[in-house]
Structure formats: C-alpha cells, structure tokens
C-alpha cells in the first residue's frame, strides 16, 4: 500500500511495477488454467466462470476511472470486445450488477449498490 502513495518517487514507482509484474504474472497464470480445462461441451472452465479485476481506488482514493479488467463469461452471455469505453461516472458497481444478473443471482432491474443499471455493451 505504501507504494501506491509514490509521489512520483521514481525508487517508488519501480518497486511498484516489480510487485504489478509478479501479480499479472500470477494472475495470467491463473486464467491460463481456467482457459486449460475443458468441459464435456467443449467450453472452457473460464467460460463457466466470471472475474472481474479491479481496484476499488483510484488515484488519490477516487472512485472514479478505475482501471477493471473483466475475464470470462462466455457460457453465461458475456460478450468480449476488447476495451470498452463506457459513459464517464459508471459506477464499478455496474459490472458487479452485471455479473450477478448474468449468473442468475439477481434480476436486471434488481437494486444493487449505486449502480444504475446493467452494463448492456458487454452481454449478448
């Protein structure tokens, strides 16, 4: 956490890109063997699961332009474009919605934290 206040300290901000490289590494690592185990129909287990990857803070504890990553999904309707660029303010609470209303844990129009609604650009 430390090295998340680096005041642009250039010692601070290498050993923070050394602790983000182990982290993808492993994180890369992970989804590689969900992708890696196939089911009976053919899918992958990475279909059949969700993760999103986030941060719940910007810079200087924002809630606002979070950097996410959402792997998975596609047994569920999850419709994988790439980068997605969605209405400025979209609250990380949407993909959260998105991902319950997709497993079947909550109904679209369901309240869920301050999200406003289901983020339709990624389903299918």
Not at 50 to 73: D, E
Request: glycine share 10%; aromatic share 8%; charged share 20%.
């Amino acid at each position: 956490h430390t090295l998340s206040h680096h005041n642009n300290d250039p010692r601070k901000l290498e050993d923070l890109a050394k602790a983000d490289t182990i982290y993808m590494k492993h994180w890369a690592g992970f989804l590689d063997r969900l992708k890696s185990i196939r089911e009976v129909d053919g899918s992958t287990l990475l279909d059949h699961t969700m993760l999103g990857f986030s941060s719940g803070m910007g810079i200087g504890h924002s809630k606002t332009r979070l950097p996410t990553a959402f792997f998975g999904g596609a047994a569920h309707g999850v419709n994988h474009q790439g980068h997605v660029v969605l209405p400025e303010k979209t609250p990380l609470a949407s993909l959260w919605h998105t991902m319950a209303w997709k497993m079947g844990a909550i109904r679209a129009e369901a309240e869920f934290q301050d999200s406003p609604g289901i983020i339709r650009e990624i389903t299918s």
